[in-house]
C-alpha cells in the first residue's frame, strides 16, 4: 500500500502536467517524490532507464512525459510521435516491471478513441472505429500503452493504471504555436493581436469542432485520489464531461482577454477529430468529480502566462 512516505518517481516532472502532479502531491504530504532531467536520464534511452529504476526503486512510477502537440506537430512528425511516445513507455512500463515495482500510472489521452466514435466515449468504445488521421501516430502509442499496463497487471500481478484525460490546460502550458494544443494557442493568438491592435483573427477548420477541456490542477487531484484507490478496469475516463465548439472557446477567450475581434476560420486546414466529449460515469461511480469551472480556471492559467510570455 501507498503511503506518504512513498517514493514517487514522477517522469516528466516539468511539463504542465508532470509539475501540476508534483505540486499537488507535496500538498497533499508526499515528500519523498524522486526526478531526472533530461540530462540526468534520456527516457529514450533503455538501458539508462533500466538502470535508473533498479538503483533507485520507487515505490510508485507517474508516467507523465510524453512527446505532445495539435494538430500541426501531430500532422507533421508521426514517425517521432509514434517513435518517442512507444520508446518513452515501453523503456518506463517494462523497466518497471524488471525493477519490481508495483505500482505505476500511465497518463493517456481522449485521442485514443475512434474519429467518429459515439458520443459522450466509453471506455468500452476503444478500437471501435478508424481514428483521427491527425493524431492517429499519438492515439497508436498510446493505445499500446494502455495494453500494456493491462496485461503486465495481469500476468505479474502488478497494479499498473492508465487514466485517460482531455485536452489540458493551465500554469506552465506549452504557447509556441507550432506544437501546442488548442486553448493554448487561441490564448497566444488572441493576446498578441489584442496588443497589436488587429481586427481579427484566422483560425484552422471551419470552428464547428468540439472538445472537452480540464484544469491540469484537477487532473493531478484525480491521479492522486486514484492513486489510492483499487480500480478494477483497465482504464478510466477522467474529464467535465463538457465540450464546446473551437469558435464558442474562441469567443469565450476574446471576452476574458478584451478587445473586438472578429474570427476568419481557414477551412482548408483540418478540424481535427468532429467532436470529442468523455463518458465520466466510471471515474463518478468511485467518488470522483472534477471541481474547477473554465472561468476559473482560465484566470489562473492567464495570470501564468502573463508573468512567463
Known sequence: MLNK????????HKGMVGS???????????????????????????????????????????????????????????????????QIQNNLIHGSYLAKIKNLIFLGSSC???????????????????????NDAYAIAKIAGIYMCENYSKSYNLNYKCLMPPNMYGPGDNYNLDTSHFFSALIKKITIAKKKNKKHIILWGTGKAKRELMFVEDFADALIYFMKKKIKEPFLNIGTGKSYSIKWFANFLI???????????????????????????????????????LDEGFDITYEDFQKNN
Open 5 to 12: 512516505k512513498s517514493k514517487i518517481f514522477i517522469a516528466g
Open 20 to 86: 501540476s502532479i508534483t505540486k499537488k502531491l507535496l500538498i497533499n504530504g508526499y515528500t519523498n517524490l524522486i526526478f531526472a532531467n533530461k540530462k540526468k536520464l534520456n527516457l529514450l534511452d533503455q538501458r539508462k532507464v533500466f538502470r535508473y529504476l533498479k538503483q533507485n526503486k520507487p515505490n510508485l512510477v507517474i508516467i507523465a512525459a510524453a512527446k505532445v502537440g495539435g494538430i500541426l506537430a501531430n500532422s507533421k512528425f508521426k514517425e517521432k510521435f509514434l517513435f518517442e511516445n512507444l
Open 112 to 134: 485514443i478513441y475512434p474519429r467518429n466514435c459515439k458520443q459522450p466515449m466509453k471506455e468500452d468504445y476503444i478500437l471501435s472505429g478508424k481514428l483521427e488521421k491527425t
Open 255 to 293: 471576452k476574458k482577454i478584451g478587445g473586438k475581434l472578429k474570427i476568419k476560420f481557414d477551412k482548408s486546414k483540418p478540424d481535427g477529430m468532429p467532436k470529442k466529449c468523455l463518458d465520466i460515469t466510471l471515474a463518478k461511480k468511485y467518488g470522483w468529480r472534477h471541481k474547477t469551472n
